[in-house]
């Protein structure tokens, strides 16, 4: 099965601040990495599809980037409602993998 | 609008077999390229995917679970069922249906769990 390595595991941050979280695949995913935030008791929402395509309806704020094995989230101005769990999955190979998710907490 | 609810007990016995239904409405899975799929998470714990079935009827689980895991889909209820037998205290955990679309670019077509249910807690505990 494909590993996802997600980092950190949890951040603090400001309002207003930069946020970058990453994802590293164990082999090759080509761009098949979707992001999804979770805030606590809530379902998982879809942000990110294709590692840098975003969902209809997210804030522009949000954006990914990488390919292979090197994915990235950046929230480019954190917001009070973007504290969360943020989690990437990988569609390429069967079993579909999570990453081990990133808190972002309030600073 | 495409919706999702799982439903299902709350509270199991070690050992019992566990029956999730995911009622959904919005889509239909008879249609090309969709998929309805089943996503756990343990108190305070990571997200873990299970099992995913297609419009097609083709299946797949999670290689750790996949002999206790069972999935059916009934399409003229919109219902899609996930069982888990043989029961343990570690599978307490709120379970998700999710659905599943692919989208396509003109050079990729991938697959992401678009909508989700609010999710279904699952106790096991004698």
């Known amino acids: 099965a494909i590993q996802m390595t997600q980092s950190p595991s949890s951040l603090s941050a400001f309002v207003g601040d930069r946020v970058t979280i990453t994802c590293r695949a164990s082999?090759?995913?080509?761009?098949?990495l979707g992001w999804y935030q979770q805030r606590p008791g809530k379902a998982p929402k879809l942000l990110i599809y294709?590692?840098?395509s975003l969902q209809s309806g997210v804030p522009s704020r949000f954006s990914g980037s990488g390919s292979g094995t090197d994915f990235t989230l950046t929230i480019s101005s954190l917001q009070p409602e973007d504290f969360a769990t943020y989690y990437c999955?990988?569609?390429?190979?069967?079993?579909?993998?999570f990453g081990g998710g990133t808190k972002v907490e309030i600073k | 609008q495409i919706t999702l609810k799982e439903s299902g007990p709350t509270l199991v016995k070690p050992t019992q077999t566990l029956t999730l239904t995911c009622t959904f409405s919005?889509?239909?899975?008879?249609?090309?390229?969709?998929?309805v799929g089943w996503i756990r998470q343990p108190p305070g714990k990571a997200l873990e995917w299970l099992a995913l079935?297609?419009?097609?009827?083709?299946?797949y689980y999670s290689p750790s679970l996949e002999s206790r895991l069972t999935l059916t889909k009934d399409t003229s209820r919109n219902q899609v069922v996930l069982t888990m037998t043989n029961m343990d205290p570690e599978d307490t955990a709120t379970y998700y249906c999710?659905?599943?679309?692919?989208?396509?670019?003109?050079?990729?077509?991938?697959?992401?769990?678009?909508?989700w249910g609010p999710g279904a807690l699952v106790t096991v505990s004698s």
């Open positions: 999710a659905h599943r679309l692919t989208q396509f670019s003109t050079t990729w077509a991938i697959e992401n769990f678009q909508h």
């Open positions: 919005g889509f239909s899975l008879t249609s090309s390229a969709v998929g």
């Open positions: 079935i297609y419009w097609n009827d083709d299946k």
């Open positions: 082999q090759d995913i080509r761009n098949d």
């Open positions: 294709a590692a840098s």
């Open positions: 999955l990988q569609g390429y190979n069967r079993p579909l993998t």
